[in-house]
């Protein structure tokens, strides 16, 4: 199983980026999945979720969509502010509990985040 993460990279407070994470190894429509981030010296922190047979979330300025023909799920981040710079993870589980990192059976790599001020 592997989950792919790409898209992060430095931007300017106020800009946008699409981060997207591409799974392989699982039968990406039974999945719900997640996106999670962590700074240097903290717990990591609940994102977003899509839960299984749903084609997008919206939670404030972040978008999370799924394109289960390219097993792939997208996170939009808009007016991104620099207290949202960290590692970005993608996950995914089969659970009902989508907000805690423990119920997550499989982790991509990260993606840094970086906005500057």
């Known amino acids: 199983v592997q989950l792919q993460a790409s898209g992060g990279g430095l931007v300017q407070a106020g800009g946008s980026l699409r981060l997207s994470c591409v799974a392989s190894?699982?039968?990406?429509?039974?999945?719900?999945m997640g996106w999670f981030r962590q700074t240097p010296g903290k717990e990591r922190e609940f994102v977003a979720a899509?839960?299984?047979g749903h084609v997008d979330s919206v939670k404030g300025r972040f978008t999370m969509s799924r394109d289960n023909a390219k097993n792939t799920v997208y996170l939009q981040m808009n007016s991104l502010k620099p207290e949202d710079t960290a590692v970005y993870y993608c996950?995914?589980?089969?659970?009902?509990?989508?907000?805690?990192?423990?119920?997550?059976?499989?982790w991509g790599q990260g993606t840094q985040v970086t906005v500057s001020s």
């Open positions: 996950a995914a589980t089969t659970s009902v509990v989508l907000t805690r990192d423990d119920f997550y059976r499989y």
């Open positions: 190894g699982i039968t990406f429509n039974s999945y719900s």
């Open positions: 899509l839960r299984r």
